[in-house]
């Protein structure tokens, strides 16, 4: 997998929290990550742009509890969706507070991770750094195709 493939396909991150958006963003500029960032309010939205584009984004990052259709029911709605089922897109969770009803929900509808949201700037950009550390070293079914 080469850098400018890997160029081509976003990281998703979806949050109601417009502040969110902002330290997201700011946290992979500062990890000088090689993807584009495409940030939504809402589930509805995201699901939107995943059915309406062809590309494969790299990662979905997803707050669980959003206006509109949380994080849960868009997971659902991916995973009915036989066309972007296909696309094999990681998912993960970073949310707060993390409940154990909520990562039993979650990882019913098979996820692959689910992150409490740190504290402080620093801690949350190294725990990004983590999980995109890991996608990127990861092989699954479409990152052949890249």
């Not at 998703?12 to 584009?36: G, N, R, T, V």
């Not at 019913?108 to 990004?128: H, N, P, V």
Request: proline residues 6%.
């Amino acid at each position: 997998m080469s850098q400018v493939a890997m160029n081509e396909h976003p990281i998703i991150f979806i949050d109601a929290d417009e502040d969110d958006h902002e330290m997201f963003k700011q946290a992979l500029s500062e990890l000088a990550l090689p993807y584009p960032v495409l940030v939504f309010s809402n589930g509805q939205t995201a699901l939107n742009y995943l059915k309406a584009t062809k590309e494969i984004p790299f990662l979905i990052i997803s707050e669980i509890s959003m206006p509109a259709m949380s994080g849960l029911e868009l997971r659902q709605e991916i995973d009915q969706d036989p066309g972007l089922r296909k696309k094999c897109i990681p998912f993960v969770f970073m949310t707060h507070p993390v409940e154990v009803q909520l990562v039993e929900e979650a990882y019913e509808l098979t996820i692959q991770g689910l992150f409490e949201k740190k504290a402080t700037y620093a801690a949350w950009k190294a725990q990004l750094g983590a999980i995109i550390a890991y996608w990127t070293e990861c092989h699954h079914p479409k990152r052949f195709t890249w």
